[in-house]
């Protein structure tokens, strides 16, 4: 029997609790993932990584439990750790675009599960500042690394946009302010 839309569900399991993902974010939230997404897609061309975009359920504790999340963009490059729609493995690189569903979420509980699991950048997105966290894990813990809030008026003082970001594992993959936030207002 076909899924009828209103069957369909996304959802995260973290610590035996489901999450409702639903009902989807606002348009911005998809551009920012997408903006992020295609850079990386094209970056890693040619190379034994992937990127996943709010598609891959990653199972950050596979041997204990069933708990899973679902980034919003992550990098894999083991892909033996590849089942089905699940990765069990360790992504290089996890951006969390936040909504106001997931935001706490996205800043504390996730923020915990992506250190705990060693994931050395970590990216918490906001749409709506047109901010960008950056962390990076050092001796085991996140530290914020880097802290943008897009000015795109070229007349401002602390104009931005065309300030690079470089994926620190990854370092032929670079993006601008501007890029990350293309066609958000």
């Known amino acids: 029997m076909p899924l009828l839309k209103e069957d369909y569900r996304k959802e995260e399991k973290i610590n035996g609790v489901i999450y409702a993902m639903s009902p989807s974010p606002n348009y911005q939230h998809g551009i920012v993932d997408g903006n992020i997404y295609s850079i990386i897609k094209s970056g890693l061309k040619g190379s034994l990584c992937l990127p996943f975009m709010e598609n891959l359920d990653y199972k950050y504790q596979a041997q204990e439990n069933d708990?899973?999340?679902i980034p919003d963009v992550m990098i894999v490059c083991d892909r033996k750790h590849l089942k089905g729609g699940s990765y069990i493995g360790t992504p290089r690189f996890i951006v969390e675009t936040l909504s106001p569903a997931t935001a706490l979420r996205d800043r504390t509980v996730k923020k915990d599960i992506y250190q705990n699991a060693g994931i050395e950048e970590y990216w918490i997105v906001s749409p709506k500042?047109?901010?960008?966290?950056?962390?990076?894990?050092?001796?085991?813990?996140?530290?914020?690394?880097?802290?943008?809030?897009?000015?795109?008026?070229?007349?401002?003082?602390?104009?931005?946009a065309d300030t690079v970001v470089t994926l620190k594992e990854f370092p032929n993959i670079t993006m601008t302010l501007a890029d990350i936030f293309e066609n958000v207002e």
Do not use: F, T
């Open 67 to 69: 708990d899973y999340v």
């Open 129 to 160: 500042e047109r901010a960008v966290e950056i962390y990076y894990l050092e001796d085991g813990k996140y530290e914020l690394k880097y802290s943008y809030v897009l000015q795109d008026d070229p007349e401002e003082e602390h104009y931005n």
